[in-house]
């Protein structure tokens, strides 16, 4: 398996997931002609997709999908309040697989798992992606840690985790109270403390893996705040060195690829 982060941030998200025997997008955020070229460059045809899979309907995860669908006709895999979400907004026929939080299917060469989170929408998901010899955990746009994702990360390879927004930064820049609010709920985004928790809880116990904080916030969070919080999180703990190899995926353009058996590779941030 190999894993491109093609975006990740408000402007758009979206993952490229490719085996050997076929591919699919994790969000589709961006529009069909970027994703037409960001595949292609990476030698995936769009039409060779096998799915898109669709973690809720806010149009920074799913502004590409539906487009990408009718032209395509591939299928998108959610929710079924996330697929009506997408109905709503756009009376075309396209193709489907509803999955509930909890359940998995067969999509091509991938097994997929739908796995509960919290977020202000209809039915938002996250998701576990797996082949016969590694998975990955994508768990973005989530308030809180749910069971669901916390056990689906046992046996992960790769954890694509969102680390939205420093709380301090968040609760004293320019952003109007209520939208502080919502950020901050249990149906809003996981701050870096919240994100940290749960990877260095897991390397702790299960080992390390490669995990990518996604999902960073441009006005509340940048890639430097979440590596120092990581690393004063580690070091706090007693770790002698990072329990696990921690990347920061660029919010607006390709930027982190992972294959099985190695490290992700990454352009410089710094």
Same mark, same amino acid.
């Given at each position: 398996?190999?894993?491109?982060?093609?975006?990740?941030?408000?402007?758009?998200?979206? @993952?490229?997931?490719?085996?050997?025997?076929?591919?699919?997008?994790?969000?589709?955020?961006?529009? *069909?002609?970027?994703?037409?070229?960001?595949?292609?460059?990476?030698?995936?045809?769009?039409?060779?997709?096998?799915? *898109?899979?669709?973690?809720?309907?806010?149009?920074?995860?799913?502004?590409?999908?539906?487009?990408?669908?009718?032209? !395509?006709?591939?299928?998108?895999?959610?929710?079924?309040?996330?697929?009506?979400?997408?109905?709503?907004?756009?009376?075309?026929?396209?193709?489907?697989?509803?999955?509930?939080?909890?359940?998995?299917?067969?999509?091509?060469?991938?097994?997929?798992?739908?796995?509960?989170?919290?977020?202000?929408?209809?039915?938002?998901?996250?998701?576990?992606?797996?082949?016969?010899?590694?998975?990955?955990? !994508?768990?973005?746009?989530?308030?809180?840690?749910?069971?669901?994702?916390?056990?689906?990360?046992?046996?992960?390879? @790769?954890?694509?985790?969102?680390?939205?927004?420093?709380?301090?930064?968040?609760?004293?820049?320019? !952003?109007?109270?209520?939208?502080?609010?919502?950020?901050?709920?249990?149906?809003?985004?996981?701050?870096?403390?919240?994100?940290?928790?749960?990877?260095?809880?897991?390397?702790?116990?299960?080992?390390?893996?490669?995990?990518?904080?996604?999902?960073?916030?441009?006005?509340?969070?940048?890639?430097?705040? *979440?590596?120092? !919080?990581?690393?004063?999180?580690?070091?706090?703990?007693?770790?002698?060195?990072?329990?696990?190899?921690?990347?920061?995926?660029?919010?607006?353009?390709?930027?982190?690829?992972?294959?099985?058996?190695a490290q992700a590779v990454q352009k410089s941030l710094f």
């Open positions: 398996m190999t894993v491109h982060c093609l975006a990740s941030g408000s402007s758009g998200n979206s @993952l490229l997931v490719v085996s050997e025997a076929g591919a699919l997008l994790v969000d589709a955020g961006i529009g *069909v002609r970027t994703l037409k070229r960001w595949c292609g460059e990476r030698g995936v045809a769009l039409e060779s997709l096998c799915g *898109v899979l669709v973690t809720h309907e806010h149009g920074d995860h799913s502004v590409g999908a539906v487009p990408l669908a009718v032209k !395509y006709k591939v299928p998108i895999v959610a929710t079924a309040g996330t697929l009506a979400a997408l109905q709503r907004s756009d009376k075309r026929d396209f193709p489907t697989q509803a999955l509930s939080p909890g359940s998995e299917t067969a999509l091509g060469a991938f097994g997929i798992r739908a796995l509960l989170t919290t977020h202000d929408a209809a039915e938002p998901c996250g998701f576990r992606v797996e082949t016969s010899s590694t998975a990955l955990v !994508y768990a973005t746009d989530t308030g809180s840690i749910t069971p669901d994702v916390r056990s689906a990360c046992c046996g992960a390879s @790769l954890l694509v985790i969102e680390a939205n927004h420093d709380i301090h930064r968040l609760r004293f820049g320019p !952003y109007p109270e209520s939208l502080k609010s919502r950020i901050l709920a249990r149906t809003g985004h996981l701050s870096n403390n919240a994100a940290a928790d749960l990877v260095l809880g897991h390397s702790l116990e299960h080992g390390p893996a490669s995990v990518w904080f996604s999902h960073l916030s441009e006005v509340n969070n940048t890639p430097g705040i *979440v590596k120092a !919080y990581w690393k004063r999180r580690w070091q706090e703990a007693g770790c002698a060195a990072s329990p696990a190899a921690v990347e920061i995926a660029q919010r607006d353009s390709p930027s982190l690829v992972w294959r099985a058996g």
